[in-house]
């Protein structure tokens, strides 16, 4: 008996098959996601581990009539598969023709551009009121990792969805692990119903007013669809809890499920990426920093919000920095807040976080943090366009939040030295909030001393008639296109601002008499350091070009092509002048 995964185009494929043939589905589907993920990369360990979940969804389930929200979104891989994608999971040439998350552009069955954690129930109550506002009777299915649930917003729509006493079916994809392992009182709980076999008389789910359901064999198709009709059409409030296996059937995902929560290719048998990355990064650079002060100096603590190996700390160097070491789980918010009481205790606190992921907690960045002038600290990862490019984890962004907010120090490094240096004097001797942003692309290094007066600008090279004030990793475009204006006889100001948030106007005050200034930011123009110097310079002769992203939400996009596109390559900044 053979499955040919070409003739699936929608789940009405599948709904004719028996047992047998859901299994062998099954194996087919996890050995053509395994090939294409092993060849391309991609979300390993969660999509794995809900190859049954996902068939067994769609073999019971009616969609696109009944609605599915998936949380995070990246463990959508086989639910693509079974809905008309399967050409890009099977074709070496067709990869891309995919993204690593729903999306509406797709398919119809993707109801969501999503790629950030815990949305999924809240999403699906705003779907459940809709339909019956309309008088509708189809299902709505919130699919949910564990992870994710400890996620704020997930127990605020937990809290609330019961009260729509109507359908919702959330499906709790109990693994036992966020990207690292689970923080937090919650997955002692869900481990209490687990060892009880769902039995147990402390529920908080039960409590909370849901129906529920636990499925101890999470992987096994007849369990899952047998759970899945019980609840099919329900009512109200259902939470079926299934029990999984993360990175499941393939042993290397299944031994390093950190390391496998998402990979670059590699090799199926021994795990071994194909191409193995040893340059210097700066994720090394903060976490043995940040390891070095948490030992000589009791009071500083780094936290982080459910992403520890994306600031570079891996499991290793999470034991070696002890209990100063803090991740609160998938929760910015708590992470940015608790920041903030530590900073209010005494206590020298550091935030790793990850630029798309700062924008969850702008409100506790700006009113706990920044309103209250609290020395806390918050080094911003892949703040760039040389970072992820995905539209829903886009970085450069960051620029703009959080320089409009007032008190914090928004500062730039353009060089290892200056970061180490920015770091250190925000953890030695803080005066009020500082978020520290890393430069994207490769780790530069620069031989002259660091000026730690971070509140002025620093000319690096000096001319006259145009100047570019060009920050991060820009700052080194700016000094090759300095070198071509060179050839045609323009000797310009090179300028590293450093400071963001605000201008050094002595700085910009020598430049009055020159006939050009251009900036050069690492993010979207509206909102930028730019428009500060241009604002700053309007009341004088001197024109102000302002070049960085425009305002856009773009997806797995060419650097080299939006380089080119918005003049910011060193020879069309040269051609200006």
Known sequence: MEINLREIHSP??????????????SEELRGALMRKLGAHGGHVGPNLGVVEATVALHYVFDAPSDKIVYDVSHQSYVHKMLTGRIDAFLDKDKYDDVTGYTCPRESEYDLFEVGHTSTSISLATGLAKARDIEGGKWNVVAFIGDASLGGGMALEALNYAPELHSNIIIILNDNQMSIAENHGALYSHLMELRNSNGKSSDNIFKALGYEYVYVEEGNDICSLVKAFR??????????????????????CAETNKEEFHYTAPFDLKTGAPLSPWNAESYEDIFALRMIDKMHADKKVVTLTAGTPAAIGFGEERRGLAGSNFIDVGIAEQDCVAMAAGLAKGGARPVTGVVATFLQRAYDQLSHDVAINNLPAAFVVFYGSMFGMNDMTHLGFFDIAMVSSIPNIKLLAPATAEEFVAMLDNATDSPDGPVVIRIPGGAVRHQDRPVDTDFSKYEIVESGSEVAIIAEGPFLHTAIDAAGLMRDKGVTPTVINPRILSDVDKECLDSLRGYRRVITIEDGI?????GQKVAGYLGDSEVKVTCLGLKKEFLDRF?????????GLTPESIASMV
């Open 230 to 251: 019980s609840v099919k059409d329900s009512g109200r409030a259902v939470l079926v809890h299934i029990n999984t296996m993360k990175g499941m059937g393939l042993p």
């Open 525 to 529: 123009v509206d909102g930028g350091f």
């Open 558 to 566: 060419s650097v080299a092509e939006v380089l080119e596109e918005n």
């Open 12 to 25: 009405a494929d599948i709904k004719g098959l028996d047992v047998e043939q859901l299994y062998l589905l």
